[in-house]
């Protein structure tokens, strides 16, 4: 699906991240890594610190604490919203939706719209494209967009390809209508067929978990899961992003009647920083205009990294100019592929809280 919006922005953006950080260095001893080879990977990978969140913390949970913050800060009222968007792979539990559970804890009118998208690292592109949709409808109202992952209570331990980058994280991006606002270009595709690249095996109704599914096995490269663990083929979901991403973003550029000189940021989900500097590298676009250092800070929070990118580069993207061109893509579970692009406005509320978290050890 390739298309576009008018008079459509995001107006704010709030992340919610775990106050509980840890360090790759430190995580030694569940790898099985020699302290060359640790350091090694740190160097090539980017591996660093992450955010993590406490077993049993929710999605739903991160994305009230923040609503109350910006309820607090005075960012919109509770009369004013007409929609909540959630996108997650991790949603609290199979009924009720994270959306509702969201909307339950305020005081939002009955009419508030209220969708849960199953959707990972492509989520945020996914969850702003539905949300154009739905602000055409909402007689002015706005929409908050919730998107983020706990997937690091889902990922093994001693999982030694994706425990190293695995973060937690929540983002509120509020979206509304605006008078005269520009055009804005989205393009979706799905590559069903390549679906089960990345995959929880256990825990849905297929195979629901037992005492055996619980059982962690090694694989043939010394990573141990379970069949309730996150699984992916590493080398096939590289691929994909190497080689389709660039096509959906150059048919989206094609298609808006630009050229990707036009592009002043690209805004990508974060997976590593390996993956970025390949992608740029493919694009033929300098890394300085593609920031790849969210990993290292706070760890691949699935959906939420874009919004994560915005947080802590906003400053650095308005320095000179009040508004950018800029394109947001991401690429994930399903196997999913987005891109927007749009003219984005410096954001006058755009910040970082962390989650107070409770029995921490």
């Not at 994909?240 to 805004?267: C, H, Q, R, S, W």
Request: with cysteine; net charge negative; hydrophobic share 40%.
């Amino acid at each position: 699906m390739v298309t576009k919006f008018q008079n459509k922005a995001i107006t704010a953006n709030l992340v919610v991240l775990p106050s509980k950080e840890v360090d790759f260095m430190d995580e030694a001893s569940n790898y099985a890594f020699s302290e060359s080879q640790m350091k090694k990977l740190k160097k090539v990978m980017g591996f660093g610190t992450r955010r993590i969140s406490i077993p049993g913390e929710t999605v739903s949970e991160y994305a009230i604490y923040g609503i109350k913050q910006m309820l607090a800060d005075g960012i919109f009222k509770e009369e004013e919203i007409g929609a909540i968007i959630v996108t997650t792979t991790s949603p609290d539990q199979f009924i009720p939706p994270v959306s509702n559970i969201i909307q339950g804890a305020f005081d939002f009118d009955l009419d508030t719209v209220c969708i849960d998208i199953s959707q990972g690292c492509c989520g945020f592109v996914v969850g702003l494209t539905y949300a154009f949709m739905t602000a055409e409808h909402l007689n002015g109202k706005k929409v908050l967009l919730v998107a983020g992952d706990m997937l690091t209570q889902r990922v093994s331990t001693r999982d030694r390809a994706s425990r190293p980058i695995c973060g937690d994280g929540v983002a509120i991006s509020v979206i509304e209508n605006v008078e005269n606002g520009q055009t804005i270009y989205a393009s979706l595709k799905n590559m069903g067929k390549e679906c089960f690249a990345v995959q929880i095996p256990a825990g849905g109704t297929k195979i629901p978990i037992t005492p055996e599914t619980i059982k962690e096995e090694q694989d043939e490269f010394g990573n141990w899961r379970g069949k309730q663990h996150l699984v992916m083929e590493g080398d096939k979901v590289f691929n994909i992003i190497i080689n389709e991403t660039p096509i959906v973003m150059e048919e989206l550029l094609k298609y808006a009647g630009k050229e990707i000189t036009d592009i002043e940021y690209f805004l990508c989900h974060q997976s590593s920083v390996f993956t970025l500097k390949k992608l740029a590298q493919r694009l033929g676009v300098d890394q300085s205009i593609m920031p790849n250092n969210i990993v290292p800070k706070y760890g691949n929070s699935s959906s939420a990294t874009i919004p994560v990118t915005l947080m802590d580069h906003h400053d650095e993207i308005f320095a000179e100019k009040d508004e950018r061109q800029v394109m947001f893509a991401a690429f994930g579970t399903g196997m999913a592929l987005g891109a927007v692009m749009m003219n984005l406005k410096k954001l006058d509320y755009c910040k970082m809280v962390e989650y107070p978290h409770k029995n921490v050890d």
